[in-house]
């Protein structure tokens, strides 16, 4: 048993989660134990020892002691079988010494022999093990290895083993599109075998998490797939795991009576599951009848919550936390359910912003775990702890907590060598005492027989003496794998120190160790540099996280070339830019050069994945002690100077100076007084109507902020981008779509008309995680028809985390709203992004429609940008209409709708109003 209290039958059928038993004791060891042609007798011993004690390690060790012998004289494929289930079972047993034992053998067997399978075999053990120590991001590295190997064999059954435990890391480690990926390859190799029972394990690992991805067809899908292989596999409890899972699923799309069913259906299997399984299963199924039934559900629920913060949906996770949490609680549930659910609920109103609230559960939870002894859970608890507050930009409380789980995993290694070496102490006792029997039986004998007692004394005296020789030999032996065990865990804190100070991508140092240059060269010159890559989050979201790793390195290579000439070191700041420290240079021109070559070096485009990028950088440059009297000071005027060069367009450098500083405090100021516009009412929104160029009438309105303070009307360029690097730009979003609301439906009450009225939404806004609420409370306060509000979304924004956006937009478009791109063609678009966004309406950027008449090759721009639009069933708006030939042109290549100077501009709203009505005049007048 697991030392939680959960049976190794339950774990793999229920919930992918559970970190211990996803593939389970009995499929792990079947997996690695199935017969090998070349010796079946021995592979179907090993195999009917782990069927008929797969739940109790020692005995299973104690068995397969005698088997060591003929299996390393076999070698191969059988070598590999006796030392996966070897190294299981004593992993099973926390003695993770002789795992790393069998590890490094299953290693060489691979290359020596070129086994794929023995290094697939190797890696996926490693990861296993380092899971069940609670070291999680260790175990995903190896994980990683093993796949590449395991895709060179032919072995369904050990592909399965290997896929259904990388899915069950990628999810421990918050990677949910990895695990959905590896559980899907895990469904395809049971569908290879024939064999429906791991399918329905597979097929219910895949359908939380697509509910938690709110693919809430496929999660119904999948559960039901799982029930039907489990019915083929005569399997009660995967029948019952598959029905909890579609209740869930029926749940969330909003469908009782098809959740009533599912729960039903589940209630009477579980009341006929067998009297014994059921007892082995109590920590699942608690309450198997009667009116707490539901309690049944109440690891699902955990699960749920889980994988809701691994894709950051805080909302729901905060749902199905509390949910489980009062599950938990249900008739004295165990102590440690509770403080799971406890410390998820707190990290979920985290990542709601409630930092009070979410860090006094999350405390409470820790302590909870740590008050039960409860070490790996609460090492995988303080992780999880440390990802979200670096997610969320609290870089302080994640170094805190990390270095607590660096601290309890130092302690875990510690305590795994320590129990190690006392079991073999423990052997070496038990068989001294075994001789010393067996030596006073045969002197019994001897004097029973009163023959040859000269004969017998020297025998008995040469066996004492070899007796004494194999225990200096057995303490020499202990002595020496203490050293080794000492060597190991010396190397291993080495390797700590080495990950805390170095980047795990480059190789680089980190932000750690620049802060540790800096001080040491308080009393000297310096020079330092902020290198950030621009556009980097956009080439991301286009290519993948390997693509975007692939091009940091490179990156890096050429930085650190140049800096390295100039007698300075290069570090990884973040996931977006590069610190530097040089000599003093001596004079701003040298300063210049070395910038001029930092630009001059991304010239040359970079090559990914058979794609060429060009890359551009922001360099902000400051000297110590010139600049500032503290490093800290230092550090500000690079970041200032960085800034500056990012609002620069491509390659810019900017050096430090007192101008900038003097910009910045009136910025500062422009902020201060842009933070009380609001309150102060000194903001409005202007209307701009948009026509329907088949008809030429009022098709709808794009509200638009403007500022009207005391000093006069402040252009919306000057601070639309302020507010959005502020984050001021989250409230004053939230109070443009409440007035624009109010707004259509004060014109839809009044009788002049039903026009759709379009809202800008900036990205920051919409990646905010309270954005969906807003978007609720701004159409239930109003009453305000969905179907006539658009959301017009950048570009930009759309591709800086395309997934998230899709899954978003998705329920944006459940509520009944209008989505349209604005300003396309100006952004790091994907044609293949494009056909899965959900959007009604694709914009076209003024700056395409101002070259109509003037210049070709921008005129067939547009028209294809058109004909794409209208390929992909979108309706098109053309900004920046200006004059007749303009909409001559956008009308010939039927253009849905345009907006501009040349139908109407901007005007506060009861010009708008006046507008709409003079339009609904000439209406009648028409019909007239």
Known sequence: MRSDGFPPFFGPVLFPAIRLWLVGGLLLLALLVRPCLAAPALAQQIEAIEASHGSEPPEVVARLRPLEAQARALGGDNLRVFLAAWGYAHGLMDQFTVVDAATAELIDLGEREGNAAAMASAYALRATMLQLSGRLSAAYGWMNEALPWVEKTQDEPLRYWVFMTAGNISLATGHLQEGLRAYAAASRSALAQSNPR?????????????????????????????????????????????????????????????????????????????????????????????ATWFNTQAEIVQELADLHLSARNFVAALSY??????????????????????????????GLRQKAAGEQLVGQGLAAL?????????????????????????????????????????????SDRVSTVLELQRRSSFEQNQRALEGLKHDNELQASQLERHRSERRLTLGLA?????????????YRRARKANRTLQAHNAELAHVGLHDRVTGLPNRRALEQRAKELSSESFTGLGIAINRFSRIMGSLGHAAGDDLLCQVAGRLKSVVEAAGGRLYRMDGLSFGAIVPA??????????????????????????????????????????????????AKAIQLAMRQAQGQPGNSAVVFTQGLLDHQ???????????????????ELFYQAQCDLRTRKLSGFEA??????????IPPDRFIPLAEESGLIVPIGRWVLLQACRQAKAWHDSGLGRPIVAVNISPRQFQHPEFM??????????????????????????????????????????????????????????????????????????????????????????????????????????????????????????????????????????????????????GAESAA
């Open 321 to 350: 936390a509390e949910r489980a949490l009062k599950l938990a609680r249900q008739e004295g549930g165990d102590e440690d359910a509770v403080a799971v659910a406890t410390i998820s609920a707190g990290l979920a109103r985290l």
């Open 704 to 713: 638009l902020l403007r500022w009207r303070s005391p000093e006069g009307l």
């Open 585 to 634: 240079l001596g004079d701003d021109a040298a300063l210049r050069g070395l910038l001029d070559q930092l630009l001059q070096v991304m010239q040359p485009v970079f090559e990914v994945q058979r794609q060429q990028l060009a890359v551009t950088l922001s360099i902000g440059a400051a000297e110590y002690p010139r600049d500032g009297a503290q490093t800290a000071d230092i």
């Open 370 to 414: 740590e008050k039960q002894g409860r070490k790996v859970r609460l090492l995988e608890q303080l992780n999880r702890h440390a990802d979200l507050l670096e997610a969320l930009g609290d870089v302080a409380g994640a170094v805190r907590q990390s270095r607590k789980a660096l601290a309890l995993e130092a302690e875990l290694v510690r």
């Open 466 to 478: 070899l007796a004494m020789l194999v225990v200096v030999l057995l303490t020499v032996a202990l």
């Open 198 to 290: 791991r399918g329905a394990q597979a097929h219910s690992a895949l359908a939380p998490i697509r509910l938690a991805l709110h693919d809430i067809d496929g999660a119904r899908a999948d559960a039901q797939q799982a029930f039907r292989l489990a019915e083929a596999a005569g399997s009660k409890p995967l029948q019952l795991a598959a029905k909890l899972i579609e209740s869930l699923a029926e749940e969330e799309a909003g469908r009782p009576m098809a959740r009533d069913r599912a729960q039903q259906l589940a209630r009477r299997l579980a009341a006929s599951i067998e009297p014994a399984l059921a007892a082995s299963a109590a920590a699942v199924n608690p309450a198997t009848r009667g």
């Open 773 to 922: 609420a807003t978007v609720h409370d701004a159409l239930d306060s109003t009453g305000m028809n969905p179907r006539f509000i658009e959301l017009e979304i950048t570009e930009g924004a759309m591709m800086d985390d395309a997934e998230s956006t899709i899954a978003k937009m998705a329920e944006l478009r459940a509520l009944g709203l209008h989505l349209a791109i604005d300003d396309f063609g100006t952004g790091y678009s994907s044609l293949a992004y494009l056909k899965r966004f959900p959007i009604n309406r694709l914009k076209i950027d003024r700056a395409f429609v101002r070259d109509l008449g003037h210049h070709e090759g921008g005129a067939a721009i547009v028209q294809a940008m058109i004909q794409l639009s209208h390929s992909l069933g979108l309706t098109v708006v053309a900004e920046g209409v200006e004059d007749a030939s303009q909409e001559a042109c956008l009308r010939g290549w039927q253009c849905d709708v345009m907006q501009g100077f040349g139908y109407a501009r901007p005007v506060p709203v009861a010009d708008a109003t006046a507008f709409m009505a003079g339009q609904c005049g000439r």
């Open 665 to 683: 405090q009136d910025r500062l100021q422009l902020e201060a007084r842009l933070s009380q516009a609001l309150e102060r009412g000194e903001l």
